[in-house]
């Protein structure tokens, strides 16, 4: 089964507005990592947060975390054109293993 | 090389041939990972190789499917008597070491149609 779950499945937001999405997970992690997608092909890796770390900035993305409801976001300020993508979350499913999630589609109206 | 490597980029096959698919990753990268991704869904794990040690191959989803690396070099996915629903984009990862903390680097894939 997915250790991590995004929500929305499917985002649709116009140019300059931000953008929220979510990623739920099931067991306790050690950190967990964000990854963009563009046109269905390798993925891209842009932040990684670590369990004790309740927030992280790179740039105009945040990700916060709370390991108390098992959740993390992302959240994409002053959103461009070229922010169309999909943004999965990862967790680590036993010592190794990364997990992802399904996805969330994100599309920027311009 | 530059970046983790994948080939063919794109291969059609037909059901019940075998098709054998190409990682390079980066140079010195100990882990290294498949995944499987059918079309507006998510990455699926396939298996995972750590330098030396077994392999972790509880994601493969039959016997049909198996995997390969040579050292901390290059890794071949086969998948044997291929059938329809194996079609999907298939994605190598490669990172410094085996250890969750560290992050991936991706190959742009091999999309794999079987007709």
């Known amino acids: 089964s997915q250790q991590g779950e995004e929500d929305p499945q499917a985002l649709s937001i116009q140019e300059g507005e931000n953008a929220t999405m979510n990623c739920s997970y099931k067991?306790?992690?050690?950190?967990l990592q964000w990854y963009r997608q563009n046109s269905g092909r390798g993925l891209v890796h842009l932040i990684l947060?670590?369990?004790?770390?309740r927030e992280k900035h790179s740039g105009r993305l945040r990700v916060t975390l709370d390991t108390s409801k098992k959740s993390s976001s992302l959240l994409i300020t002053a959103s461009r054109a070229a922010d169309t993508a999909s943004y999965f979350c990862?967790?680590?499913?036993?010592?190794?293993?990364?997990?992802f999630g399904q996805g969330t589609r994100l599309t920027i109206n311009p | 090389g530059a970046g983790v490597s994948q080939s063919p980029s794109n291969k059609v096959t037909e059901k019940g041939k075998d098709v054998e698919l190409r990682c390079d990753p980066i140079s010195g990268h100990t882990a290294l990972y498949w995944y499987r991704q059918r079309l507006g869904q998510g990455l699926e794990f396939l298996i995972y190789?750590?330098?030396?040690?077994?392999?972790?191959k509880s994601g493969l989803p039959s016997d049909r499917f198996s995997a390969e690396r040579t050292g901390e070099s290059v890794s071949t996915l086969t998948i044997q008597r291929t059938q329809q629903e194996d079609s999907a984009v298939y994605l190598c990862?490669?990172?410094?070491?085996?250890?969750?903390?560290?992050?991936?680097?991706f190959g742009s894939g091999t999309q794999l149609s079987v007709l």
């Open positions: 190789f750590q330098g030396n040690s077994a392999p972790d």
């Open positions: 990862a490669s990172s410094t070491a085996g250890s969750t903390n560290e992050k991936l680097f």
């Open positions: 067991t306790s992690i050690n950190n």
């Open positions: 990862a967790t680590a499913q036993g010592a190794q293993k990364l997990v």
């Open positions: 947060i670590r369990s004790n770390e």
